[in-house]
Structure formats: structure tokens, C-alpha cells
């Protein structure tokens, strides 16, 4: 079932995301160790924080997402010098 905005919006104020495109570097990386976005279940799974989705269940499917991802790389422009960690 698709999300509704209004889950979308509790989920982002929750965790403090703003706009992601104004964010700070070291904001984000608070963003992401507090799972915002992804979580490790107790079980040994990597799970989707607002859809509740397993992502990975193991090594070789991190490794796969991690290769996918970095794909994205060359989508992506570099952020501007004022956001960058320093």
C-alpha cells in the first residue's frame, strides 16, 4: 500500500529531515545513524524505516546494494562548497 504524505510528513518531522538539498553533510549523518532511513532488526535484517520493508537479508545482498547505489554516483551532482563537511 503507498504511503500517504501525511505518513511521510509525521515520519520526516520525527527525525528532523528537512529538505535534504539544504541539508548539511553532518546533518545527514545524523539523519542516517539515527535510521532514519534504514534500521538493523534484531533478527539480523536491514529494514526500510517508513515502510517497515526488509532491504537486505544478507552480505552478498548489501554488497549488491551498495554496487547499486554507488551506480546513482554519476546522477548526482556535488553539493554545494557551503554545505560540504570540512
Known amino acids: 500500500m503507498p504511503l500517504e504524505l501525511k505518513e511521510i510528513d509525521e515520519h520526516q518531522n520525527e527525525y528532523g529531515i528537512r529538505n535534504l538539498e539544504t541539508m548539511y553533510t553532518t546533518d545527514y549523518r545524523k539523519v542516517l545513524e539515527n535510521e532514519a532511513f534504514f ?3 534484531p533478527h539480523g535484517f536491514v529494514m526500510h524505516q517508513l515502510s ?4 537486505v537479508t544478507n552480505t552478498e545482498q ?3 546494494l ?7 554516483r554519476r546522477l548526482l551532482n556535488a553539493p554545494p562548497e557551503w554545505l560540504s563537511e570540512k
Not at 517497515?52 to 532491504?55: A, D, H, L, S
Not at 551498495?66 to 546513482?72: A, D, F, I, P, S
Open 66 to 72: 551498495l554496487e547499486h547505489l554507488e551506480g546513482y
Open 39 to 41: 534500521w538493523g532488526d
Open 62 to 64: 548489501l554488497d549488491a
Open 52 to 55: 517497515g520493508e526488509r532491504i
